[in-house]
């Protein structure tokens, strides 16, 4: 359970540098670099739950998508390892 | 004509009719009703949104509705401008002439699910995924996926023609749609199909006027009804993406994909190192890629179980042949996932200064030879070159190649420019029209066609529709002045106001 | 063109005949309006519970967003486009749709904002003088009485606002407070009965408020942001009075007005701790602070109200509270799917559209009788009444999960269900 509280939601983590355009705060979640965005769109205010609530529905979406399309998406590595353990070659 | 955007200019009389046929709830005369029908995703300057604001816009409910609208409107020859999803991107659903937008997307009723024949039959205003929403849960699925999949409707796929990301593998619209109810511009209400029975995949008997009828992007009538056929729902989807380390061979690879005959094969990509340069801005799989990826490949394999391994082994023997990396399941998964819907965000825009700005999604989407790809992906890029050079309000957004059919034998060339619609002035328009024209003739110089998908109707490749069809086009003509002798459908799309003009 | 100062005047011609009012909403809306404008594709369509039952494109937030460039370029005025945007439940199912959101929301600190843009569209219309006669009359009637005039003629007031707790020994203040929403607290008492004896049942320490308005979402959500405020300050000021530090809130509206409109008005000053119920209700089924254990023969199917699950992502806890009951058989829907499902009650469109929400409502009936059910159980108050409605003609009861909850610990509920 999470309680809300103003502070917490409006101090996001410290970013990393991923590359010269890219940023990450939260794990696996990249963001853009704000420099890119201080002359024609100015970013708007996040709280850090909303940053986590996109990424989460945007998993939950995807896995739904693979549902909706098929019972199962199958996995290449796995295919992949039998092939290059000569099992795969019929 | 007289462009003024201000109150409707047609007569009393007119309304009155209408009102009649549909009550007055379903006529709409409000400004914010015209205005939001006056525009589709396509870009086009913003100051000039006027020029395309309908007169009214009416909200039939049924077949024998639509065909009273069109009555009407024939007889006082006033304009009609089919509209379904509004998702289209050649303007199709645009007014060029005022008069009134029929909106059909109170026509998406399931009418019937036959699970034997595997057909069902709906109102063309409806989504397919919302469709399949209510077919998996029968085991069955409407296999129509462009990459507007949720927003798109069965009569805008219907009016365009459209192409489908799975198309390889169970066709594309026109092979989906068995057959469909229309409303002619006279206002008679036929059927077509595969000759005459409803639920016909394949006949002979007299003209195949299926195919005359879709693709016309509204100007020979307006589809209230459609028999769709129907798949098992896939058992096993498979969707791997590689990467390489330059465009060459990713291009051998993808061609050799294409061409393995497999039988679960529903499609294959080709992204260069431009599309690569722009995922890079902002996608998550991209983002952390080492530089030396700088081409994509992906397949996609629907189907049986046991089918989608055996054919997905043979695809990985394949790539893994050709030098690729496998970019893993991840990426494979969740990107594969992400091209039903994702498309283009108006922040990837970035200004020659890196700076972001929100800019809109145009794609120029050619038919072209396996064999031609490399030629066109040159010239294309840099006719965008020079038009940014030109004018910075546009972004050269890469391209992508994706195969058309089973046998690899074309593929929609899609290259993505972004347009910053805020500056878009009409110095800028200007170029950008030209650049267009110049694209289209590029296709064409290369033995191919300007559309694969939504059609060849806007400013600039319009005009080269002539040359591409040759003979062909004066039978359009002569069909349109057929089948429309007012002129009433969706009049100035494909340069068809000729007909009436010159003797065809 | 080189990078320049970020364009903030509005369109060309010296502001198009617009007030000063109107300009700086439009400057302040320009880029993400053009952010949707341009792209145009409408995958939020489908999704949209409005759309699904009148398919009219001019209720879309495809086009809520296109007429603010409209107005921008000088073609539509506030008085053309305020009636549009009636119809909106602020559910927020578009706004997560939208690729411009689930895809790159977050990585551009940027999304589709389509719940905050009809609200403030609705404000506009006001600050212009135009009114919807039912949202008018609604908030003259909340002002006046501080609740929402939930039972119609029957007058709501200060003094009746704890009637709902009779019985139960809740203590007025201290660190934790329960807030009831009005619709809660008048019409369907059981739930905040329910909600009172489970705290209590769990041994958890609240009381409730010394002096309760309206938590003025609904004034904001019609764009009577003045009352809003109001409304605002005067709980937060009763709150730091009585030495409040923790809310609890049963009612998924109430919970994004605390997080969301609160914060916003008060900024950094906000030191006040939410807790949605629900949430600390499955901890306490996780902890062994509750133990359901009376079955409860019914088969049931999960309504995800729109606030929590589209506009929160709250969609887990609620679950692990059904799967928690015994004897429930649960046809449960998956969250994405619902990602299109509405009651029909929020935003104020049961006020200017009860027909609207009717009709919402009915079609979200209809998919859960589909799934052959003789319940459908929901999170959110206001929802409960239009299903309710809607439930009669099709055999299903529509119970809160907080009373079922209740039930199966072994609580005599008491209260109104409102039938
Ligand atoms: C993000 C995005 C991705 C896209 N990806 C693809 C893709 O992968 N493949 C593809 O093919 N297209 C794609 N498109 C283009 C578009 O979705 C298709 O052209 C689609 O077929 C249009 O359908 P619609 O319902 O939106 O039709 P509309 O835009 O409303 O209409 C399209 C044309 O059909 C006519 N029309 C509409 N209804 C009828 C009717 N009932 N009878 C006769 N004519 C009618 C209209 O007059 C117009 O000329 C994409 C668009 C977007 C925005
Ligand atoms: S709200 Fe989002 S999905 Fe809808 S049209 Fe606008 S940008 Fe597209
Ligand atoms: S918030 Fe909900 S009701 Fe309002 S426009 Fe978006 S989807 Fe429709």
Not at chain 2, 461 to 485: F, I, S
Not at chain 3, 61 to 73: G, I, L, R, S, Y
Request: charged share 25%.
């Amino acid at each position: 359970m999470s309680a809300y509280r103003f502070e917490e939601q409006h101090t996001p983590p410290p970013a990393r540098q991923v590359t010269d355009v890219a940023v990450e705060r939260f794990e696996h979640i990249f963001e853009v670099d704000p420099k890119l965005m201080t002359v024609h769109v100015a970013q708007q205010l996040f709280p850090n739950w909303d940053t986590l609530r996109i990424a989460a529905s945007r998993g939950d979406h995807l896995e739904w998508m693979h549902r909706h399309w098929a019972a199962e998406a199958v996995s290449g590595q796995k295919l992949l390892d039998e092939l290059d353990a000569g099992d795969g070659d019929r | 004509m007289t462009i003024t955007g201000t109150a409707p200019q047609l007569s009393d009389r007119v309304l009155a009719e209408l009102t009649d046929a549909l009550g007055g709830e379903y006529v709409l005369t409000s400004k914010t009703a015209r205005y939001n029908r006056a525009r589709v995703p396509a870009p086009f300057p913003v100051h000039r949104w006027r020029e395309r604001v309908p007169d009214l816009v009416v909200l039939p409910g049924s077949a024998e509705q639509v065909a009273e609208v069109v009555r009407i409107a024939n007889a006082h020859r006033i304009p009609i401008v089919p509209r379904d999803g509004g998702t289209g991107l050649t303007d199709g659903a645009v007014p060029e002439r005022r008069g009134i937008v029929v909106d059909v997307k109170r026509l998406d009723d399931i009418k019937e699910i036959d699970l034997d024949n595997r057909t069902c039959t709906v109102g063309t205003g409806i989504n397919m995924l919302k469709l399949n929403e209510v077919l998996g849960a029968h085991g069955l699925i409407y296999p129509d996926d462009p990459a507007s999949y949720p927003c798109s409707l069965v009569g805008g796929r219907i009016g365009t023609s459209g192409w489908s990301l799975v198309g390889s593998r169970f066709g594309h619209t026109r092979d989906l749609v068995l057959s469909f109810e229309l409303v002619l511009p006279t206002g008679k209400l036929i059927r077509v199909g595969d000759g005459g029975g409803r639920k016909v995949s394949k006949s002979s008997s007299g003209y195949q006027l299926k195919h005359l009828f879709m693709g016309h992007q509204g100007t020979l009538g307006i589809a209230t009804e459609a028999t769709l056929k129907l798949y098992p729902k896939p058992e096993a989807e498979f969707s791997p993406f590689w990467a390489f380390p330059d465009f060459d061979s990713a291009y051998r690879c993808v061609g050799e994909l294409a061409r393995a005959g497999v039988a679960t094969f529903a499609g294959a990509v080709l992204f260069d190192e431009w599309k690569v340069d722009y995922l890079r801005r902002d996608d998550e799989a991209y983002i952390p890629q080492p530089a030396d990826v700088r081409a994509l490949v992906c397949a996609v394999a629907y189907g049986n179980d046991d089918e989608v391994r055996a054919g997905g082994r043979r695809l990985l023997r394949i790539a893994r042949d050709a030098g690729a990396r496998y970019l893993g399941d991840e990426i494979s998964h969740g990107d594969w996932a992400a091209r039903h819907d994702r498309y283009a965000t108006p922040l990837h825009g970035r200004t020659p200064a890196g700076q972001v700005a929100p800019m809109s999604w145009h794609c120029e989407d050619a038919a072209i030879n396996y064999t031609n790809l490399p030629a066109v992906r040159r010239e294309w890029h840099s006719i965008v070159a020079r038009l940014r050079d030109k004018h910075p309000i546009f972004d050269d957004w890469g391209m992508f190649f994706y195969t058309s059919a089973d046998t690899g034998v074309d593929y929609l060339t899609e290259i993505d420019v972004g347009i910053w619609e805020q500056e878009l002035d009409d110095a800028a328009w200007a170029a950008w029209v030209d650049a267009k024209r110049d694209i289209a003739a590029v296709a064409l110089n290369h033995g191919g066609s300007i559309s694969a998908c939504h059609g060849s109707c806007r400013e600039g490749e319009v005009d080269l529709v002539p040359l591409e069809l040759g003979g062909g086009y004066d039978v359009m003509l002569q069909v349109k002045r057929a089948l429309d002798p007012n002129n009433i459908m969706n009049p100035g799309k494909y340069g068809l106001q000729r007909a009436y003009e010159e003797a065809p | 063109m080189t990078d320049t100062e970020p364009t903030t005047s509005a369109g060309a011609a010296g502001g198009n005949g617009h007030e000063p009012v109107t300009m700086e909403f439009l400057a302040d809306w320009r880029n993400a309006a053009y952010n949707c404008f341009s792209s145009g594709h409408k995958f939020c369509r489908e999704v949209c519970p409005v759309m699904q039952v009148t398919r009219n494109e001019s209720w879309t937030p495809t086009a809520f967003h296109a007429n603010v460039v409209a107005m921008e370029q000088g073609e539509l005025t506030v008085e053309d486009v305020a009636e549009d945007y009636v119809n909106c439940t602020q559910c927020g199912a578009c706004e997560l749709r939208c690729p411009n959101t689930l895809f790159t929301g977050d990585f551009y600190r940027f999304r589709t904002r389509t719940v905050d843009l009809v609200k403030q569209m609705r404000a506009l219309a006001v600050d212009n003088g135009v009114h919807q006669p039912g949202y008018r009359r609604w908030n003259e009637l909340t002002d006046e009485r501080t609740h929402e005039p939930v039972l119609g003629d029957v007058p709501v007031s200060q003094d009746r606002v704890r009637d709902w707790a009779e019985g139960l020994d809740i203590p007025i203040g201290g660190e934790t407070i329960l807030f009831v929403d009005c619709e809660a607290a008048f019409y369907r008492t059981s739930v905040p009965r329910a909600v009172a004896q489970l705290l209590q049942r769990a041994g958890y320490e609240f009381g409730l408020m010394r002096e309760q308005w309206c938590c003025g979402g609904p004034a904001a959500e019609m764009g009577y942001r003045d009352q809003s405020r109001r409304f605002a300050e005067h709980n937060l000021a009763d709150w730091r009075a009585s030495g409040v530090k923790r809310v609890l809130v049963l009612d998924p509206h109430d919970y994004i007005t605390f997080t969301e409109d609160y914060p916003a008005y008060f900024g950094d000053d906000y030191d006040i701790e939410i807790v949605l119920v629900v949430e600390l209700l499955a901890q306490f089924l996780a902890e062994g602070r509750l133990t359901p254990t009376v079955p409860i023969e019914r088969t049931i199917t999960y309504h995800d109200p729109c606030r929590l699950n589209k506009r929160k992502g709250i969609w887990q806890e609620p679950r692990q509270i059904l799967r928690a009951i015994p004897g429930l058989t649960f046809h449960d829907v998956d969250r994405v799917t619902q990602w299109s499902y509405c009651s029909g009650g929020g935003g104020g469109l049961p006020v200017e559209k009860p027909e609207l929400t009717a009709r919402i409502s009915a079609s979200r009936l209809d998919k859960a009788a589909e799934l052959d059910v003789d319940t459908l159980v929901s999170a959110c108050p206001w929802s409960e009444r239009p299903l309710s409605e809607a439930g009669e003609a099709r055999a299903i009861d529509v119970v809160d999960i907080h009373e079922l909850l209740a039930e199966s610990v072994g609580i005599e509920v008491g209260g109104s269900t409102g039938r």
